[in-house]
Nanobody, 126 residues
Framework: QGQLAESGGGSVQAGGSLRLSCAAP?????????MAWFRQPPGKEREGVAG???????SYADSVKGRFTIWRDNAKNTLYLQLNSLKPEDTAMYYC???????????????????WGQGTQVTVSS
């Protein structure tokens, strides 16, 4: 853990937006990794939010489809998550994750990732 560095969290009102970033070390090119964002609401289990594979294909949890967008900037070696139309239920610690295997199963499953960041807090007030 700790090889990925998330930033961009904060406190916003419902309907607001945030952009999360996940910077990877230079020796770990994210273009070679499956990448994903997870979140853990207070008192709940960690859940998958969005994932992006090596070919750029994306997947989203139903709860965030149409509101969140995942993408990566290979030149900056950084993964992003744009959060729009935020709701109080989006309040959580958000984590970035990476996996170097050539193929994985369900891209929003915790068990598929072995590299994690420390998280960034997102708080949405009503």
């Amino acid at each position: 853990q700790g090889q990925l560095a998330e930033s961009g969290g904060g406190s916003v009102q419902a309907g607001g937006s945030l952009r999360l970033s996940c910077a990877a070390p230079k020796y770990a090119l994210i273009s070679h990794y499956f990448m994903a964002w997870f979140r853990q609401p207070p008192g709940k289990e960690r859940e998958g939010v969005a994932g992006i594979d090596i070919d750029g294909r994306t997947s989203y949890a139903d709860s965030v489809k149409g509101r969140f967008t995942i993408w990566r900037d290979n030149a900056k070696n950084t993964l992003y998550l744009q959060l729009n139309s935020l709701k109080p239920e989006d309040t959580a610690m958000y984590y970035c994750a990476a996996e170097s295997r050539l193929s994985i199963g369900y891209p929003l499953s915790l068990r598929e990732y072995n590299i994690w960041g420390q998280g960034t807090q997102v708080t949405v007030s009503s």
